[in-house]
């Protein structure tokens, strides 16, 4: 049930791929933090991947809850490529391009223009 409740509120697609690890709700805002599972993507199938850690942590805005701006704060995960000797993570397109807004809620910001 949990994990229905927030799949409602965060955006499509995030709970395939990040695990939520704390909520906190503020006075004035609320945070989710997420970290990225450890499944490496698709396109490097049968290469000797080695999971390194993550990349800084990145906080985008989302749609407001109850009012209270709603921040994502989200750590992605990186893997060391053993064949090609890079780092290679998974292609993530649900940040608005030139922006910290997630993709749905800067279009909607949009829509007022």
């Known amino acids: 049930m ?7 509120l965060l955006p499509s697609g995030l709970l395939e791929m990040f ?8 006075e ?21 991947l080695e ?7 990145a906080t985008l805005r989302d749609f407001p809850l109850r009012g ?7 750590k992605r995960r990186k893997w060391w ?11 993530w397109h649900q940040v608005a391009q030139g922006t910290r807004l997630t993709v749905e809620f800067a279009a909607f ?4 223009n």
């Open 51 to 57: 999971s390194k850690g993550f990349f800084d942590e």
């Open 81 to 91: 490529n053993h064949d090609s000797g890079k780092i290679v993570f998974h292609e």
């Open 28 to 48: 004035d805002s609320y945070h989710f933090y997420l970290s990225e599972m450890n499944i490496p993507p698709k396109v490097y199938a049968g290469q000797h």
């Open 68 to 74: 209270k701006p709603c921040y994502l704060h989200l």
């Open 109 to 112: 910001l949009k829509g007022f």
């Open 19 to 26: 695990d939520v690890d704390k909520v906190e709700k503020k």
């Open 2 to 8: 949990e994990k229905e409740l927030l799949s409602i």
